[in-house]
């Protein structure tokens, strides 16, 4: 997980590249050494049960790369499975 106000670009296509999941939200309320909860499908960072940010994920296909590893993975597997579809009919 790759967080911060805001990310480079560079940083944030590397990000999905790699499998990792880059948030941009407001981190002013997070200290070295937090824990804290994410929430992805909410948009939510939790601490000590109180919501202390909160974000949209984009683009929206953002979790389906984190699934497949990366987005090249997700790219290869998609074409795969479209060749399957139609040799299958």
């Not at 997980?1 to 002013?28: K, R, W």
Request: contains cysteine; hydrophobic residues 40%; glycine residues 12%.
């Amino acid at each position: 997980i790759v967080m911060g106000s805001t990310i480079a670009p560079i940083f944030f296509n590397t990000a999905q590249d790699s499998g990792a999941l880059p948030i941009i939200c407001d981190v002013t309320n997070l200290e070295m050494g937090d824990e804290f909860e994410i929430h992805p499908y909410e948009g939510k960072i939790i601490k000590n049960g109180s919501t202390i940010a909160e974000f949209t994920l984009s683009p929206n296909t953002l979790l389906d790369e984190v699934r497949a590893g990366g987005r090249i993975p997700l790219i290869i597997g998609r074409g795969l499975c479209a060749k399957a579809r139609e040799f299958l009919g």
